[in-house]
């Protein structure tokens, strides 16, 4: 039997190490792979996958805050990410990943954009005016060889007057028919009602969702994958209908919070030597400072800043 037979292989040498080490590597982010997660990732390379065209099939992802939308399509950005093109001279990127800006501006907007693709600042010097910005960041799309521009926060278009609401639904309407790029657009789901308002924009946009964790068997496998990957030296008893309610109940469901919480109870059982999580571990009150669905709810949040910022 190896020395530390609970762990998966690549893990046993981690488990050796000193506390600080693991420690590190308890916080480091990781991706824990679950069927809905694929399931989405599946959708967004559909997407990818089409010839361009007039009419481009879109996504809009929606899911509450902390589930892990962003987290996602950087999944997706990764895995089609290629390599520089030594003969033809130029890099690719089949994919840009675009932040949305506070308000729902044009020339914010594309600023992003060109910013997303390294654009050389010389581009945003000449650029200026809105629609130069788009002129500039539509040929580097165009010369990037972009498939698919994901849009993340798209929510912050609530932020925006009505008028600025409708000219930025008509700047994405430009985006897939014009550019033939197929949109993935990301955020909360309060962010469905607007962008869904435009009968056009609607027919072209699949409604997908990141829902809130529920109780049942992928809960439950989430939480074994989630648990290998710490490297505790002792075996952690954490397949329990009991710790599983437990979770759901004080976290709502948000992955967020359910990653955090294991991430402090285990850099807690290094530090005692306990070297476990159990559901023992949860009964300290530490574990959920921040993370339960009250300190989630606190009243005058703005949009853009619901995510409560974590103490270590
Ligand atoms: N598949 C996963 N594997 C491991 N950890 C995950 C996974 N998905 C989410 N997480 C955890 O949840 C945290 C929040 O994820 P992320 O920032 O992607 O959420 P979000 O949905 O984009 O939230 P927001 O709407 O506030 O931007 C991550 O930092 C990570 O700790
Ligand atoms: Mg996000």
Redesign the pocket.
């Known amino acids: 039997m190896p020395e530390f037979a609970h762990l998966p292989a690549e893990l046993r040498p981690i488990a050796g190490l000193d506390a600080a080490t693991r420690i590190a590597h308890i916080r480091a ?6 069927p809905t ?1 694929t399931r989405l990732l599946g959708i967004l390379q559909e997407a990818f996958d089409q010839p361009p065209r007039e009419r481009m099939e879109n996504v809009l992802l929606l ?10 399509i950087r999944k997706f950005e990764r895995a089609n990410a290629t390599a520089f093109d030594i003969a033809a001279g130029v890099g690719r990127r089949p994919v840009v990943v675009v932040l949305m800006p506070p308000q729902p501006v044009e020339g914010e907007f594309f600023d992003r954009v060109l910013a997303a693709v390294d654009a050389p600042l010389a581009v945003h010097w000449a650029s200026g005016r809105p629609a130069r910005l788009r002129a500039a960041a539509s040929q580097m799309l165009r010369e990037l060889g972009t498939r698919v521009l994901v849009i ?2 798209i929510n912050s278009v609530l932020a925006g007057t009505g008028r600025q609401q409708r000219l930025f639904l008509q700047l994405l309407r430009f985006l897939s028919n014009d550019l033939q790029l197929a949109l993935v657009c990301v ?2 789901p309060e962010a469905r009602h607007v962008l869904l308002s435009d009968s056009q924009l609607r027919s072209r946009f699949s409604d997908e969702e ?1 829902p809130r964790w529920a109780p049942g068997e992928e809960l439950r496998a989430f939480i074994t994958r ?1 648990v290998w990957s710490l490297p505790l030296r002792e075996r952690s008893p954490v397949d329990s209908p009991k710790l599983r309610s437990l979770l759901l109940e004080r976290t709502g469901g948000i ?2 919070a359910i ?2 919480a294991f991430e402090r109870a285990a850099v807690a059982a290094v530090r005692s030597g306990r070297e476990k999580v159990d559901l023992e571990s949860f009964a300290d009150p530490e574990i959920w400072h921040g993370l339960t669905v009250q300190d989630r709810r606190l009243p005058h949040q703005p949009q853009q800043t ?2 409560v910022a974590l103490p270590g």
């Open positions: 982010e990781r991706w824990i792979p679950y997660a899911g509450e805050s902390g589930m892990g939308k962003t987290m996602l993340d926060e955020g909360v990141l989630l992955t967020l990653c955090k619901r995510r």
